[in-house]
């Protein structure tokens, strides 16, 4: 019916249409099916940026290296300065000991009677030998001060204690190295510092070594 009312040119303009239509569907079909990857057509999933490694180590895996603890390490200033602070330590606890002793021994002279002792058995004044008693018991008490000076001083820098004895025992090697033969000394000239007690700096250590040499030279060219 169509047919009949269409003209002919139409259906035949409409003919060709669908035509020359096919043939374009079937190249498109055809190219994309070229340009499609063989493995999105297996249905296998496409490759993608390879995941990055987990930063989570490994049982396996070595521990990272620990930082060195300086604390263990005692250079030649802190040496000479925590010597220093001991030699405080010492002083102040034998002048606490050389006090304490005396007023003890002053405590119990005066429950004796001094006056018959020191009479009958060294036939000394008793003046004399109360103050000998006296002063006996304060250089006791002073000379005891270093040991109780030693003790408050490890406890307070306990840590340093080990570094400390290895930089004590080094050092009097040094000292022991350089310093000069004392068998030329005599009084007017003594060998500078013999035991170095006096070397408290690095500055002081080099002054030592300066001392110890022009003694020497002395002693060589025979002026000492």
């Known amino acids: 019916m169509l047919r009949l009312l269409l003209p002919r040119s139409t259906g035949c303009r409409l003919s060709s249409t669908a035509r020359t239509s096919r ?10 099916a070229t340009s499609t990857p063989s493995h999105y057509s297996t249905g296998s999933p496409a490759p993608g940026p390879s995941a990055p490694a987990s930063a989570t ?4 895996s070595p521990p990272p290296a620990k930082p060195n603890n300086a604390d263990g390490d005692l250079d030649w200033n802190t040496f000479f300065r925590l ?3 001991r030699r405080w330590h010492n002083l102040i606890a034998s002048v606490f000991t050389s006090s304490g002793s005396t007023v003890v021994a002053v405590g119990i002279l ?10 009958q058995v060294f036939g000394l004044d008793p003046i004399l030998f109360m103050g000998l008693l006296t002063v006996s018991s304060g250089a006791f008490g002073w000379l005891a001060g270093p040991s109780l000076g030693n003790v408050l001083f490890g406890l307070r820098h306990k840590r340093h204690k080990a570094q400390l004895d290895l930089k004590e025992k080094e050092l009097y090697a040094r000292i022991k190295r350089y310093r000069v033969d004392p068998s030329a000394q005599s009084m007017n000239n003594p060998v500078p510092d013999y035991y170095g007690e006096k070397i408290s700096s690095i500055d002081g250590y080099r002054q030592w070594l300066k001392d110890q040499k022009i003694y020497d030279r002395k002693r060589l060219r025979g002026i000492v």
């Open 110 to 119: 005066s429950q004796f009677d001094i006056d018959t002792f020191g009479n």
């Open 57 to 60: 180590p490994s049982p396996t």
């Open 83 to 85: 010597r220093r602070v």
């Open 23 to 32: 043939p374009g569907v079937t190249r498109a079909t055809a190219l994309s």
